[in-house]
């Protein structure tokens, strides 16, 4: 998608591993966010980030964390993959507060086995 | 617990007949109320969104029907095409920073 580039687009790790999974964009926005998606749950928060250095949890962040050094870049790190961390991980960014438009990265499928 | 909760899981639709997914909220404070669209290894994308304030929206073949009293809104797609195939989510939001989205309906259509 023009703007949003995920990294890697697939992987598969062992059970225990750090994964680390980047996003990037070219937009210049502010605000940027992690979500996974699972069957039967639809998409899900994990963190999100309101600019360099500042991120705070969603709705599912247990396991998970986030950095954000630069702004076209955001970082979700797997400290200690496990199988119930197998799903597909959307990247999405938005202008900022009161800009309702997202837009949504490719995804990465990541499988922990 | 589920925010958002969308109905059917799955839809099969003929060519040129009308789909119609249902979602339904408990959130009085939610502001905002989009429908993303997502083809097999894509993202999710904006296809169409109301606010509380109309009960009605409609963008080409695409039409948002709002009901605030009853905490329901729905998406019709008339004259239904094989391409529109895809998996459609509704969300709903408070503020610009967190959607909640449904459990998605994956939509076939029938040549």
């Known amino acids: 998608d023009a703007g949003i580039t995920q990294s890697p687009r697939h992987k598969v790790t062992e059970t225990g591993t750090p994964v680390t999974l980047r996003c990037h964009q070219t937009?210049?926005?502010?605000?940027m966010y992690w979500y996974r998606q699972d069957p039967g749950h639809g998409l899900r928060l994990i963190h999100y980030?309101?600019?360099?250095?500042?991120?705070d949890k969603g709705e599912v962040s247990d396991g998970y964390s986030v950095s954000r050094s630069k702004t076209e870049d955001f970082l979700l790190t797997l400290e200690s993959a496990t199988s119930s961390q197998t799903s597909v991980y959307f990247c999405a960014i938005s202008a900022g507060q009161g800009n309702y438009g997202y837009t949504f990265g490719s995804g990465t499928r990541l499988t922990v086995v | 617990q589920q925010q958002v909760k969308q109905s059917p899981q799955s839809l099969i639709v003929q060519k040129g007949g009308i789909s119609i997914i249902n979602c339904a909220y408990e959130?009085?404070?939610?502001?905002?109320f989009p429908w993303y669209q997502q083809f097999p290894g894509k993202g999710p994308a904006l296809l169409i969104a109301i606010r509380p304030d109309v009960s009605e929206k409609k963008e080409g073949r695409f039409t948002i029907s709002f009901n605030k009293s009853a905490k329901q809104f729905s998406l019709h797609i008339m004259d239904s095409q094989p391409g529109d195939s895809a998996t459609y989510f509704c969300a709903a939001s408070i503020t610009s920073n967190q959607f909640y989205f449904g459990t998605g309906t994956s939509l076939t259509v029938i040549p």
């Open positions: 980030s309101y600019g360099v250095k500042d991120t």
């Open positions: 959130n009085t404070a939610f502001d905002y």
């Open positions: 937009e210049n926005h502010r605000y």
